[in-house]
């Protein structure tokens, strides 16, 4: 449990990268990160494109963080609502939540692997659709990253802001 805490705490939003190849067998273990996550009922409403190269360039046409283009391969995660389990309760649909349980796998992956990544939410969906039309159909929940942080490479100011316990937690007997 101890190495979970300290990898929890030390990963970081990488905004800095060192150009260079992630060799396909770490993006494998990324994206088995991501397969392997705990989704509602087990339905897993999600799915991954890995974009490299050309059509990494052609991706980074919808989003304005131009900073994710010195990574060397970007993953996008996509969620289905017509494919996740609904709470009766009151109709909650889990697939965004499916979606944010893998993308933080794989982002907890790719630190534990030694390389780095920040969530990008800053895109447009509707322009990854019309570029890349297999993923119509799909809610597109995050951009990740995945590169070789530059040395430059810090964590945010904000990065050990943390709420304290008493203020997030709550017992009951």
């Known amino acids: 449990m ?3 805490i300290q990898l929890a705490k030390d990963r970081y939003s ?3 990268f060192t150009p260079g190849e992630i060799p396909a067998q770490d993006i494998e273990k990324i994206l088995e990160a991501g397969r392997l996550a705990p989704t509602a009922v087990n339905f897993q409403p999600i799915f991954f494109w890995v974009f490299r190269g050309e059509s990494k ?6 989003t304005k963080m131009k900073f994710i283009g010195d990574a060397d391969v970007i993953i996008a ?6 494919g996740a389990w609904v709470r009766p309760f009151d109709q909650k649909n889990f697939s965004e939540v499916d979606a944010a349980i893998a993308t933080t796998h794989m982002m907890l992956a790719i630190h534990d692997l030694g390389y780095g990544s ?6 447009d969906p509707e322009k990854v ?3 890349f039309p297999e993923t119509v159909g799909w809610e ?3 951009l990740l990253p995945v590169g070789i942080i ?9 990065h050990d802001k943390r709420k304290s316990g008493e203020n997030l937690i709550r017992y009951y007997d």
């Open 77 to 82: 995660v996509g969620s289905k609502a017509d």
């Open 118 to 123: 920040t969530w990008i939410g800053h895109f």
């Open 150 to 158: 530059s040395s430059e490479a810090e964590p945010s100011d904000r």
């Open 57 to 62: 360039q052609k991706l980074l046409e919808c």
């Open 2 to 4: 101890e190495n979970f």
């Open 140 to 142: 597109l929940n995050a």
């Open 14 to 16: 990488v905004r800095k």
């Open 129 to 131: 659709h019309e570029l």
